[in-house]
C-alpha cells in the first residue's frame, strides 16, 4: 500500500525552529518528486517546496524562501522540511504529498495525512 | 504575479451536471490539475493534465481547459461529491492553487 507518513509537527514559538519528515512506503521513492503542502484550517491549500526524485531541482514558495529547506534522503525513504524563523502565519497543517513524475512540475498524486504545526508565544 | 480564481461555491441538484470554473490568464495553456478535499480529510487527485482521471476516479468526473478558463464537470453529481475543489497548475517555477470551490449538491 503506498503510503505517506508525516511527523514533527508541534507547538514552537515564533521565531524557533522545526523539521517535519515525511516517511514513505509502498513506492519506488527515487523515482518521484515530492512537495510539502499547507493549509489553515479553514482556508485553502498552499504549495510551499518541492525537490525532485535526485534532488537536483528544489523550488520554494516565496513565503517561506529563505526561512525553509527541503531535502529529502532517498535511502531512508523520507521527505523533510527544516523550518527555522518561524511566524504566526506559519501556522498550519502541512501534507507531504508526491509528483507524478521525477519532476516537480506534475500533479500531486498521493498525499499524507499531515502534520499540525502551530507557532505561538 | 499569476493567480487562479476559483468561485467561492457552486450548487447543483442531485443527479444533474455540476461545472466549477478556474479561472487565469492563458490558463488553457497550462496543464491544470484538480483535487477534491472533503472535511477531515486530504485532498484527492481527480483530473490531472486538464483531462486526465487516475485510476479508481468515476468517469463522471472530466475536465477542459481552453483560453483564459478551466473546468471541472462532474456529472451526475452525488451526495457524496461534496466537497471543496481546488485547480492547481504549474507556473514560472511555482505551484499554484487556485482558491478552491465548494461544491454543495442540493
Known amino acids: 500500500e503506498v503510503q505517506l507518513v508525516e511527523s514533527g509537527g508541534g507547538l514552537v514559538q515564533p521565531g524557533r525552529s522545526l523539521r517535519l519528515s515525511c516517511e514513505v512506503s509502498g513506492f519506488t521513492f527515487d523515482d518521484y518528486g515530492m512537495h510539502w503542502v499547507r493549509q489553515v484550517p479553514g482556508k485553502g491549500l498552499e504549495w510551499v517546496a518541492g525537490i525532485s526524485s535526485t534532488s537536483t531541482s528544489i523550488i520554494y514558495a516565496d513565503s517561506v524562501k529563505g526561512r525553509f529547506t527541503i531535502s529529502r534522503d532517498n535511502a531512508q525513504n523520507s521527505l523533510y522540511l527544516q523550518m527555522n524563523s518561524l511566524r504566526l502565519e506559519d501556522t498550519a497543517l502541512y501534507y507531504c504529498?508526491?509528483?507524478?513524475?521525477?519532476?516537480?512540475?506534475?500533479?500531486?498524486?498521493?498525499w499524507g495525512q499531515g502534520t499540525v504545526v502551530t507557532v505561538s508565544s | 504575479s499569476y493567480e487562479l480564481t476559483q468561485a467561492l461555491s457552486v450548487s447543483a441538484a442531485l443527479g444533474q451536471t455540476a461545472r466549477i470554473p478556474c479561472g487565469g490568464d492563458n490558463v488553457g495553456s497550462r496543464d491544470v490539475h484538480w483535487y477534491q478535499q472533503k472535511p477531515g480529510q486530504a485532498p484527492v487527485l481527480v483530473i490531472y493534465r486538464d483531462n486526465m482521471r487516475p485510476s479508481g476516479i468515476p468517469e463522471r468526473f472530466s475536465g477542459s481547459s481552453s483560453g483564459d478558463a478551466a473546468t471541472l464537470t462532474i456529472s451526475r453529481v452525488q451526495v457524496g461529491d461534496e466537497a471543496d475543489y481546488y485547480c492547481q497548475v504549474w507556473h514560472s517555477n511555482s505551484v499554484l492553487f487556485g482558491g478552491g470551490t465548494k461544491l454543495t449538491v442540493l
Open positions: 504529498a508526491r509528483d507524478l513524475e521525477m519532476s516537480v512540475t506534475d500533479a500531486f498524486d498521493i
